[in-house]
């Protein structure tokens, strides 16, 4: 009996004890842990889609009777897009997140349109048959962003984008059952921006996979000049290029 007693005191009194200890300055386990330092140098590569629009805007200048006219409008187009990047980034805090980085996307896409314009008489209209593509984009762009939890990064993207346009302008001018076909191709480099944002989740604290949307805006490239000198025509057009890229991907990070 007297064992008995002796062993139950003994333990309450440890229970009591190591109770103390641990509400005197025992450690204490956080709710979340932090996130690691998930930066450094990177390199990514992602594949997705593309749609957006080529818009023109076609002025029709007539030397002899002073008639102008604008008229804008625009060809749709679809591609897939394959690209990479590399850069660096940091995390601050534990919580914020700071990246710059160059990319490339593969996006090849054109656009083909035909619209008719009548001039000052019937017999002063043309149809103006457009074609222009453009097959890639190389940005450079910076990526503020925040986590929201230990693992996700949610983010934004923007920056400068730069892109090459190949376009070829045909021209018929319709001269009662006359046509006179005069044609024009350009080469042209577009600047531009691009701006978006996405979603981050590390599975390990140095690889990462990513879900990301962003927006290209091209404007006003003024393309070549296409001139009648015999009727005094000239023909000017502007080309914008805008759509949205919609893209996964993965990410590593080495230090």
Sequence with gaps: MKLRSFL????????????????AGGPEQPLHAAPPTMGGF???ADFGGYHGTHEYDI???????????HVINHGLQDSFLLGGGFGYGFAANGRFYFGVGLGAELMPHDANLTVHIDGPKREGSFDAKYDSEMNYALNFSVTPGVFINDATLMYAVMGASYGHVESQVDIVKNDGDKKQPLTCKDDSSV?????GGGLRHYVTPNAAVFGEYDYYYYQNEKLADVSDNSAKVTYKHDLSIHGGAYKVG????FF
């Excluded at 139950?8 to 509400?23: D, R």
């Excluded at 600047?191 to 701006?195: L, S």
């Excluded at 993965?250 to 990070?253: A, E, P």
């Design 8 to 23: 139950t005191v003994a333990a309450a009194s440890a229970a009591l004890t190591c109770g103390a200890a641990a509400f």
């Design 191 to 195: 600047w531009g921006v691009v701006f």
């Design 250 to 253: 993965f990410l590593f990070n």
């Design 59 to 69: 002025h029709y200048d007539d030397a002899n009777s002073g008639y102008g006219q």
């Design 42 to 44: 990177y390199v990514q």
